[in-house]
């Protein structure tokens, strides 16, 4: 069932090229952003939507986090995204005409389903279950669902999930986008090729593992390392952090790069190693000067960035480049470093990678 990988983590990851165009295939193959992608009576409940909430547990919470910076940013709706067993308690003020998203790649995680049941006991009948598992709880529970289609995950450390999850969110993204009347056609033309071309870039991403494993000698032996990275790369770094807290039980943070000065910063030494997303885009210059903070500090800085980005190892920096920047899609590529990086020191730290201790990969419990 291995194949040539030493762990079900490997190998989801390795399929994460795969995994990714299954998911995108109607889209492509419609050749449009469409609300039928999201069930027969879709267009009725997506339209005239006043806000999205997202609500999800763990790595599903970061694919949430990340798709609000789409969801604003590109279809113009204010977005909230909640942890599931935090808004399942609280008392929310709920608008009929939000669309209610719930990730979750089990599609059986209690905190998430009873955030849902909360939210549709506030009148909010417009959800959306971003799933990986057909005919599970959570999406049984909603209006409109679009199934991943990573395939079954093994790992209890999710891996394909997340970026395939985050390719459906994206997908929602351009749909809003278009029924809000904020995607023209070329604009619609440009993601669908985008998207088209995403497999491939995650390869080219996989590519970079006999890099990333040399790298993994220099964080096995420590106890700590942080994670930075600003705008929609913020969320990539918890997920990061996470990949790395779960499988080789090192404790890992992560803050937005602007954030060190307001308190991490006291704790950069050398034995600290931070790790930095920081692509080319135009937030580049500025995690650039947080970098700078670290090293005046004596702290060792492992960099992913992309071909095109002006930056360059020195002293205490080292740096992976992922091929060139592929635009507003970039958080699903820089997703694979980090996965890659989680796997390889727990390899060198010698922990049971797919079944980290105290870890349940369906969490039905509270
Ligand atoms: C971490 C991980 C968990 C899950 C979380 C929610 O690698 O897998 O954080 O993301 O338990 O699970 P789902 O997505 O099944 O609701």
């Given at each position: 069932e291995l194949g040539p990988y030493s762990h079900f983590m490997q190998k989801e990851?390795?399929?994460?090229?795969?995994?990714?165009?299954?998911?995108?295939?109607?889209?492509?193959?419609?050749?449009?952003?469409?609300?039928?992608?999201?069930?027969?009576?879709?267009?009725?409940?997506?339209?005239?939507?006043?806000?999205?909430?997202?609500?999800?547990?763990?790595?599903?919470?970061?694919?949430?986090?990340?798709?609000?910076?789409?969801?604003?940013?590109?279809?113009?709706?204010?977005?909230?995204?909640?942890?599931?067993?935090?808004?399942?308690?609280?008392?929310?003020?709920?608008?009929?005409?939000?669309?209610?998203?719930?990730?979750?790649?089990?599609?059986?995680?209690?905190?998430?389903?009873?955030?849902?049941?909360?939210?549709?006991?506030?009148?909010?009948?417009?959800?959306?279950?971003?799933?990986?598992?057909?005919?599970?709880?959570?999406?049984?529970?909603?209006?409109?669902?679009?199934?991943?289609?990573?395939?079954?995950?093994?790992?209890?450390?999710?891996?394909?999930?997340?970026?395939?999850?985050?390719?459906?969110?994206?997908t929602l993204t351009a749909t809003l986008a278009k029924l809000q009347g904020r995607l023209d056609e070329a604009g619609e033309a440009d993601y669908i090729d985008a998207l088209r071309r995403l497999p491939g870039s995650v390869q080219h991403a996989l590519n970079l593992e006999p890099q990333i494993t040399a790298w993994s000698e220099h964080f096995a032996p420590k106890e700590h390392a942080l994670f930075l990275g600003r705008g929609v790369h913020y969320p990539i770094a918890l997920e990061g952090a996470l990949k790395l807290k779960e499988i080789s039980y090192i404790h890992a943070e992560a803050y937005p790069a602007g954030e060190l000065k307001h308190g991490p910063l006291a704790l950069v030494t050398d034995e600290m190693p931070v790790v930095v997303i920081a692509p080319n885009d135009s937030l580049l210059e500025k995690v650039k000067s947080n970098m700078q903070e670290v090293r005046a500090r004596g702290g060792q800085l492992f960099v992913f960035t992309d071909a095109d980005s002006n930056f360059h190892p020195s002293e205490g920096v080292h740096v992976i480049r992922a091929a060139r920047h592929v635009g507003v899609l970039s958080p699903i590529i820089h997703t694979i470093p980090v996965q890659l990086l989680a796997y390889h020191v727990a390899l060198v730290r010698g922990t049971d990678v797919d079944k980290p201790r105290n870890l349940a990969k369906s969490v039905t419990v509270e």
């Open positions: 990851i390795h399929e994460q090229p795969r995994a990714v165009a299954d998911t995108i295939e109607g889209v492509i193959d419609a050749g449009e952003f469409s609300a039928e992608l999201f069930g027969p009576d879709a267009a009725e409940v997506l339209e005239g939507i006043e806000g999205v909430l997202i609500l999800a547990c763990g790595t599903s919470y970061y694919a949430g986090m990340t798709a609000r910076y789409w969801i604003e940013g590109i279809a113009g709706l204010p977005c909230s995204v909640e942890i599931a067993s935090e808004y399942r308690y609280r008392d929310a003020v709920a608008n009929p005409k939000t669309l209610v998203v719930t990730l979750s790649q089990s599609g059986e995680t209690l905190d998430t389903m009873e955030a849902l049941k909360y939210a549709k006991s506030l009148g909010q009948e417009r959800t959306l279950s971003i799933c990986n598992v057909p005919e599970s709880a959570i999406p049984r529970a909603s209006r409109l669902v679009y199934y991943t289609r990573a395939g079954a995950e093994i790992g209890v450390a999710s891996t394909k999930a997340f970026t395939t999850q985050l390719v459906a969110l994206f």
